[in-house]
């Protein structure tokens, strides 16, 4: 009857004490590590300045190719000595009192008037334009003339932006707005959670600074072109977030025709957290219709830094009695060997150097040591102990149908 009797107990305790599992916490302890592990990196990241995403403007337009500009000349009088002289025809235009005339700079910087023929007023200020119209119709052809010359229409380019922006499209940008911020601007700023803007190009323009450049496998080109002519494509990449800001020249942010702008998001970095925990009290950042279930897993997020002690709580960490107080990180080292870290849940709340920072990929276990064991032990055992003599009666009083 002894052996009975404790072999029923011996049964009865492993039966509310749960499953076996190892006691012993494996892992170097946080503490001995050196601060490299705790460097919160994004707390000290910069943000783009946005500002050096555009392109230079000079402080007076300068007229070039496809700009469409009203050029008026009023008030016209034969020139002095004209009016007999056989070389007053038709074709000269004295007879008429108002040119107004819409016109469209060639791409070799000229328009065409009349009675001075083509001229050239691409690279000029639209003063200087101006100025230099007025000489010519004053130098031949009428005394004292009124010219005025405006601008009617800038040329544009032509670019597609994509990705992470809230309006992607096709967008015509003028002159001197032809740059990243305004392409961004047209297709509504960017979506929340985006981490890098990127501007692809065919390198007949190439960029003068390229963090980071891809060239094209010439088998990519048009058949028809000799494989040594096919065209190249240069990718400049801009993050939004990083520990140096990038410099941006304001050449580098001048776009071109057929250039596309695309702001991408990073892929998702996640880290896993295994243990006793409560899916009820789980927090995710994730935002919008990213949510999706990721088991055990959770996404770090794009902007701020958490450490092993936040992980687990989001992961839902119940209590030191229903979850043990230990863990140990296992990590994929700079070598590529594992590396346990066991870090200390209690310990670290109230001392920086037990407490490390959590890494993509990391799989945080909740060590079920000695400590935790008894807890839980005398947590569900005790209790019970001490109930059972009076369950029956309880049951009884609560119920007193059950006396009968």
Not at 20 to 37: C, E, H, M, Q, V
Not at 122 to 127: A, N, T
Not at 140 to 168: I, Q, T, Y
Request: glycine share 8%.
């Amino acid at each position: 009857m002894p052996r009975i009797s404790f072999l029923i107990y011996l049964l009865v305790t492993v039966a509310t004490c749960g499953c076996y599992a190892p006691l012993k916490s494996p892992g170097i302890p946080a503490a001995s590590l050196d601060d490299s592990f705790r460097y919160a990196k994004k707390a000290h990241e910069a943000e783009l300045n946005f500002a050096t995403l555009t392109g230079y403007a000079p402080t007076e337009y300068i007229l070039g190719a496809d700009d469409i500009v009203n050029i008026r000349v009023s008030e016209v009088t034969p020139f002095a000595g004209l009016e007999n002289s056989e070389q007053a025809s038709p074709n000269r235009g004295v007879s008429t009192q108002k040119s107004d005339l819409d016109c469209r700079i060639s791409a070799e910087g000229t328009v065409l008037l009349p009675l001075i023929g083509t001229i050239k007023i691409g690279g000029f200020s639209i003063e200087k334009a101006r100025q230099k119209i007025v000489n010519l119709f004053a130098a031949k052809f009428l005394d004292n003339p009124k010219v005025s010359v405006s601008l009617v229409e800038r040329s544009s380019v032509g670019v597609m932006v994509l990705g992470g922006v809230n309006a992607p499209g096709y967008y015509k940008l003028p002159k001197y707005e032809n740059d990243i911020a305004h392409a961004i601007a047209s297709a509504g700023g960017i979506q929340l959670g985006q981490t890098e803007i990127q501007v692809h190009r065919r390198a007949s323009t190439p960029f003068l600074q390229t963090p980071a450049v891809q060239v094209a496998d010439p088998a990519l080109g048009d058949p028809g072109l000799p494989m040594h002519a096919a065209p190249q494509l240069s990718i400049l990449r801009i993050p939004l977030r990083c520990h140096y800001p990038p410099s941006v020249s304001p050449q580098d942010a001048v776009l071109f025709d057929s250039d596309v702008v695309v702001v991408k998001k990073s892929p998702d970095k996640t880290f896993y957290v295994v243990g006793q925990l409560s899916g009820n009290n789980q927090v995710r950042f994730t935002v919008g219709n990213d949510n999706r279930d990721l088991g055990n897993g959770f996404l770090l997020p794009p902007d701020r830094d958490v450490d092993v002690v936040t992980a687990v709580a989001m992961a839902g960490y119940i209590d030191p009695i229903d979850s043990p107080t230990t863990v140990t990180v296992h990590r994929t080292g700079s070598d590529g060997n594992p590396l346990l870290i066991r870090v200390d849940l209690i310990a670290a709340r109230f001392d920086r150097s037990e407490n490390i920072m959590v890494l993509p990929g990391d799989i945080i276990y909740l060590n079920p040591d000695p400590a935790w064991w008894l807890r839980r032990t005398l947590d569900r055992v005790l209790p019970t102990i001490i109930t059972a003599p009076y369950t029956e009666l309880m049951q009884k009083l609560l119920n007193p149908g059950r006396l009968n």
